[in-house]
């Protein structure tokens, strides 16, 4: 279950999820080989470290975050939904990619910037803005328990 962090995000976090223009290359690392998101205005792609994969976006996505896992990387953003939007998550390894779940308990209309948090190279948990308009986001948290929240 999710819990509210006691702090509140300054000015600069992203309020409002950014459209997707023509290109933007985000990468998971600094080593040789790191695996580069590559976002597009048809959706993504992913390549290095063995991956060359196309993650589909919901239409209205954006993905705010890219990070390095071990041998693996996860993508982090949000996509509209009826009423706000919801966060959308996907990891991925060599070639494959799946979705990952968004953490439940949603307590706001808008889950939006989230924040991959990682210790030792493995995805521990997860950090984003909520709330029902953007100047009244709080921060919120949930441990990632290896396949649920």
Do not use: C, K, N
Not at 103 to 128: N, S, Y
């Amino acid at each position: 279950m999710p819990h509210r962090l006691p702090v509140l995000l300054a000015a600069a976090a992203l309020l409002t999820a950014p459209a997707l223009a023509s290109s933007r290359l985000l990468v998971a690392g600094d080593e040789a080989g790191a695996p580069r998101l590559r976002l597009e205005a048809t959706g993504a792609r992913v390549s290095g470290a063995g991956a060359d994969s196309r993650l589909t976006l919901p239409t209205g996505a954006s993905i705010d975050a890219f990070a390095s896992a071990r041998d693996r990387w996860i993508a982090a953003g949000s996509a509209p939904v009826t009423g706000g939007r919801e966060l959308v998550l996907w990891a991925g390894a060599g070639a494959a990619v799946s979705p990952l779940p968004a953490p439940p308990g949603r307590a706001g209309a808008i889950r939006a910037t989230p924040v991959p948090l990682l210790r030792d190279g493995e995805l521990v948990g997860m950090a984003w803005l909520e709330g029902e308009a953007a100047d009244r986001f709080g921060v919120f948290a949930s441990a990632w328990r290896g396949e649920v929240w």
